[in-house]
């Protein structure tokens, strides 16, 4: 999905959707003429990233909790 229709759905607006996107906050790809592509993955992040802002966190505190989150969830066994 585009980052118009990732702004629809999450209801933040798409500067700030771009703004997460540049600090590798919000999974993207890109089109071959420039636009960002997000999965579905996107929406769920979103949320994370706005309930985060809500606690004052910056941009980098943020970007550590969700790889600290995406560990998690990986199974134990993978991680030893």
Not at 3 to 23: D, F, K, M, N
Not at 41 to 49: G, K, P
């Amino acid at each position: 999905m585009r980052i118009s229709e990732l702004a629809a759905r999450t209801g933040t607006p798409a500067a700030t959707l771009r703004r997460h996107g540049s600090a590798e906050l919000l999974p993207a790809s890109r089109t071959a003429s420039g636009h960002r592509l997000c999965c579905e993955e996107a929406v769920e992040r979103s949320a994370f990233v706005d309930a985060a802002k809500h606690l004052d966190l910056s941009l980098k505190a943020i970007n550590v909790l969700s790889a600290v989150r995406a560990r998690r969830s990986t199974p134990r066994r993978a991680l030893r």
